[in-house]
């Protein structure tokens, strides 16, 4: 196991500030629980149960939260915050937190309140959808009573309940000691053990409008009401504990040995963390920062069921985010791979291939368990990146030969043109793709029809990756025995056309789109950094240094890259408002840690040994940001101009896996 992290509470010295840091738990079926440290909860996501009821989908707010009470020597001291939407803040509890503690991924709160010291450590069980709560009376200056009130719901974790008068959830108590609790009869029941010496007082009640700040931010419907059914009360001494479990699944799946159920925890964490080690390249053992990234990758490497066998993905990020095809390839390198996992990176390229479709993979899987959706150009070309990862790491013809057909198709697919004007233009060999309506690149934000940068035309990472795909066919197709010629002629033809017409010698980089709506776009972007960074580069070398050197002086900054040139008519500096203003913002100037991957890998192919060590200095502010939003974990943007604030989804899955590849990449520099 590596050293506890111990956050001190001086480091939110305000309310506000305990509102702005926020704790992550999950259990690889695409649930979690997670909250602020205040124990507010600042967005309609939060909860500690969100179940996912179809993982890794479905997922519903079951156990919004418990409100917290203790009575020491007849005081009542409320450890609960909650801030409602008239902006009163009741409990205000947030003062009596004294720190947090990380064990790994798994957080323990620790209140002061009246002489008595007391611990909440919060874990979900692998692979089912079951939280725990534990309090642990650490000291105390005599018998405190512990009241814990449990706020109720049943919704999609994108809705928001509103309750009523005449809504009675119904409560009854099983064979085992459960109390099960259902909003309504078709709901899904939401079971509730605790020790047997705990009473419980019935009082169902209703708590009326809670302000979600965040989503108030966001411009979104932002209150809420939650049920009560009761109050748990139990007397505890110094050294003694009480647990909540909170569970969705049949009777049967949960382990009512609370002991039993925080081992498996422990033991599962520190046996990652041994897999992790291993990986590490030498001199890395004891690399903090590195350990904690592949503590924080296990969040979002989830189970996707397939019919008759086991299926793995990738949850693209917390909370908002289902898995989704382009996130999963570029993640999956530094997910799996960097943490010792090979197992499960090739489960996640066998998973995708049985959705190959028209020579595409999916964008995404919708929330409510719909088929997929594939309207994505790059999906398809990164699977090859992610798999030659794999075969570098570890050279397996067994599986490269079972991918193969999967792999032509997709080729064959992109030459004869696919769904959304995906194809291969015969007269240049070059990759376009452009369909009114939709943005089919990474950079896709898209609100009330409205595609905010459509890039329409041949977009220069989609013709990297298609010249790397091309590329690694020549080399697959001779290592497997097949005609590499066609292959290599295509791969010819499209790096002659790509270095032909690509190069905007007026700035000295590399165009963003050609043959785009408006001709030849210029805006300086970090995209064209792919020309470089893959496992073959398109781009003549002799233009390597000039491209680097573009992108390194517009858009570097400490966190990341931004997606636009500050200059340029539409770069947005800053990230926030309603989803119009940020969907405005997403990919123009806003700042994005995951491409500090392909940064790196330029550097170093460019620079060698000297650009390790300016790769090693890019990287470092994503050290001072790991416990600085979502605590123990790497967000998912920030604003392009100064401070950078982080903004976004708190946990992302390539933030995470890219700068973890990358930090490996430079270490021993």
């Not at 009640?205 to 419907?221: P, T």
Request: net charge neutral.
């Amino acid at each position: 196991m590596s050293t506890p992290v111990e956050l001190a509470a001086e480091r939110w010295p305000s309310l506000d500030a305990s509102l702005d840091a926020e704790w992550l738990v999950t259990n690889g079926l695409g649930s979690y629980a997670s909250a602020t440290v205040s124990g507010a909860n600042t967005r309609r996501y939060h909860g500690l149960l969100v179940a996912a009821l179809k993982p890794p989908v479905g997922r519903t707010v079951l156990l919004s939260k418990l409100e917290e009470e203790l009575e020491v020597r007849g005081t009542r001291y409320l450890l609960s915050t909650n801030e409602y939407h008239d902006g009163t803040i009741n409990p205000v509890g947030w003062p009596l937190l004294h720190s947090v503690r990380f064990h790994e991924t798994i957080p323990t709160f620790v209140f002061n309140a009246g002489g008595a010291v007391v611990e909440k450590t919060v874990w979900m069980a692998r692979e089912r959808n079951t939280t725990y709560v534990r309090y642990t009376m650490r000291k105390t200056p005599g018998p405190a009573i512990l009241r814990l009130r449990p706020l109720v719901t049943h919704r999609d974790y994108h809705h928001l309940t509103q309750g009523s008068r005449d809504w009675r959830f119904a409560v009854r108590r099983d064979t085992r000691g459960a109390y099960e609790i259902q909003a309504y009869p078709e709901a899904a029941p939401l079971r509730l053990w605790t020790r047997p010496s705990a009473e419980f007082h019935e009082g169902p009640d209703w708590y009326w409008r809670f302000l979600y700040r965040r989503e108030r931010e966001r411009g979104l419907d932002c209150m809420e009401d939650l049920y009560t059914p009761g109050v748990f009360c139990v007397t505890l001494k110094s050294g003694e504990s009480v647990t909540v479990v909170a569970s969705a699944e049949q009777v049967g799946n949960v382990d009512l040995n609370v002991t039993r159920a925080w081992d498996a925890v422990q033991t599962r964490q520190a046996g990652l963390l041994r897999l992790a080690e291993k990986a590490l390249p030498p001199g890395c053992s004891h690399d903090a920062f590195a350990t904690r990234l592949a503590l924080a990758a296990d969040q979002f490497l989830v189970a996707r069921p397939q019919v008759g066998q086991e299926g793995r993905t990738v949850i693209a990020g917390y909370h908002w985010f289902g898995d989704w095809g382009r996130d999963t390839l570029v993640a999956l390198p530094g997910l799996c791979l960097a943490t010792g996992r090979r197992q499960e990176a090739r489960a996640i390229l066998r998973t995708f291939a049985r959705y190959a479709d028209q020579g595409m993979l999916p964008n995404r899987f919708p929330d409510s368990g719909e088929p997929p959706e594939y309207a994505t150009v790059d999906a398809a070309l990164w699977y090859f990146v992610a798999l030659d990862t794999c075969l570098r790491a570890a050279p397996d013809d067994d599986l490269l030969r079972e991918l193969f057909p999967t792999l032509e198709a997709i080729v064959a697919g992109y030459r004869r043109g696919t769904r959304y004007g995906i194809g291969m233009d015969t007269a240049d060999g070059l990759l376009r793709t452009g369909t009114t309506g939709l943005a089919l690149t990474w950079m896709d934000a898209r609100v009330d029809g409205w595609v905010v940068t459509p890039r329409w035309g041949k977009a220069v990472e989609i013709n990297a990756l298609w010249y790397n795909a091309l590329a690694s066919m020549s080399e697959w197709s001779g290592k497997l025995g097949h005609g590499i010629q066609s292959y290599l002629g295509l791969a010819a033809t499209a790096r002659e056309s790509f270095n032909k017409r690509f190069w905007y010698g007026q700035g000295g980089y590399l165009y963003d789109v050609v043959d785009g709506e408006e001709g030849d776009d210029p805006s300086l972007r970090p995209n064209q950094l792919f020309a470089i960074s893959l496992p073959h580069a398109v781009l003549e070398q002799r233009r390597w240094a000039p491209t680097l050197d573009a992108v390194r002086s517009k858009l570097l900054t400490p966190v990341g890259l931004r997606t636009l040139a500050q200059g340029h008519p539409r770069y947005a500096g800053r990230y926030g408002g309603d989803q119009h203003s940020r969907d405005a913002a997403y990919h123009q100037g806003t700042v994005w840690p995951w491409l500090l991957g392909a940064y790196t890998d330029a550097l170093l192919r460019v620079e060698g040994e000297q650009g390790r060590a300016e790769a090693r200095k890019a990287l470092e502010g994503m050290r001072t940001h790991l416990w600085e939003a979502g605590l123990g974990t790497l967000s998912e943007i920030f604003e392009g101009d100064p401070p950078h604030a982080p903004r976004g989804c708190i946990a992302q899955a390539w933030s995470v896996a890219e700068v973890l590849r990358a930090w490996l990449r430079t270490a021993g520099g």
